[in-house]
């Protein structure tokens, strides 16, 4: 099987990325591993409010409106910002811009695993059989744990554990709530509302936990806080789990005719985890480039990605980055510490 593009990976950054190539009339191939595209559902579910008028999906993929975000500090001290945007239903979502790429042409394989490369071939285990796919340009979109990553040994080394639970909320919200405890080191708590659902998680730093206790156990022990505070019905409707990249971007992100995009580029946040912005910003430039390479035989011209996402998310990751550092090195000092180390924080830009 031969084809242009070979995009691994069909969540935000691959469809992005897929839907640039695939409307030029290149053959684009994307394959994933998941039987459902978006499901299980390994996200907080937020998207800021400008990033949204970029991205051609429907208002049926927006759960509700969120106005603000309060910050939940050790000393029992609420820091309120504005912070507009949306919930979403990211199945949703993530099936909308997979349809996108597919309307503008791209070809979807699900049930399809990246196996590995010899040479110019890439082999694929399909559900029913096993393949070999010869693209001209591979774009690894597969997540924390990029399999593509590992193979060209660019790889995240540094991640956050974040384990969720989808519980009924008591009362409507309009405000996203971070929650900075001593146990939840490296990372915090989280009530994201979704009309009467909420999304409470915790993300902390590499498995460390707090006096014996699992993550598991810390995400129990912090709903039931929220119920007892009247926000949530401690009974959860769904669990996930989920690695987030906290170490900062890779140095490289393409490799001869390879390109990382999303969280296989370790593009995600340091600090917040957010990464859907960079995700489908760096998808489409990376789309956008594999056009151009091809169209022009050169390989080389594959560089350009990396100039091109850097200079609009290095600076900013690399700060990041920074602040991650200096937060982990004084968690003991957190409150004073996290003004210095969240971006909402006039501190944090000094």
């Known amino acids: 099987m031969y084809c242009d593009i070979l995009i691994v990976g069909c969540g935000p950054a691959g469809s992005s990325a897929a839907s640039e190539a695939a409307k030029t009339g290149l053959n684009v191939v994307i394959i994933e591993k998941k039987q459902s595209i978006g499901e299980p559902v390994q996200c907080a579910e937020f998207i800021s409010k400008p990033l ?13 409106e969120t106005k603000s975000i309060k910050l939940h500090l050790t000393d029992n ?7 507009p945007g949306y919930m979403l239903n990211r199945s949703r979502f993530d099936k909308e811009l997979a349809a996108d790429a597919i309307n503008n042409g791209a070809k979807l394989m ?10 110019e071939k890439v082999l694929v285990r399909t559900e029913r059989k096993s393949l070999e796919i010869i693209p001209k340009v591979v774009i690894g979109a597969d997540g924390p744990s990029s399999t593509v990553g590992r193979l060209i040994k660019y790889k995240n080394k540094d991640f956050l554990i974040g384990i969720q639970y989808e519980t009924p909320l008591i009362a409507p919200m309009d405000s996203l709530e971070i929650y900075f405890r001593s146990e939840f080191f490296g990372g915090y708590g989280w009530l994201f509302p979704k ?27 912090f709903s039931y806080t929220l119920e007892r505070e009247g926000k949530i019905k401690n009974m959860p409707l769904s669990i996930t789990f989920g690695l987030i990249p906290a170490g900062g971007h890779l140095e490289k992100t393409v490799y001869r005719n390879v390109m990382l995009v999303g969280d296989a580029a370790g593009q995600t946040h340091p600090i917040t985890g957010s990464g859907i912005p960079q995700a489908i910003i760096c998808g489409k430039i990376a789309g956008n480039v594999a056009v151009e390479a091809i169209k022009a035989s050169k390989l080389e011209i594959l560089e350009k990605y990396e100039t091109k996402w850097k200079k609009i998310f290095s600076h900013q990751l690399e700060i990041a980055t920074k602040r991650r550092v200096l937060l982990e090195s004084n968690w003991r000092d957190l409150d004073s510490t996290i003004r210095k180390c969240w971006p909402t924080f006039k501190e944090y830009y000094d």
């Open 52 to 64: 949204l008028r970029e991205i051609n999906i429907t208002k049926n993929s927006v759960v509700q």
């Open 77 to 83: 001290s609420i820091f309120e910002f504005n912070s």
């Open 110 to 119: 699900l049930n399809s695993t990246f196996i590995g490369m010899e040479g």
């Open 195 to 221: 009309g009467m659902l909420a999304n409470v998680g915790v993300g902390i730093k590499n498995l460390q936990t707090f006096k014996g206790y699992s993550i598991r156990e810390l995400l129990n022990n």
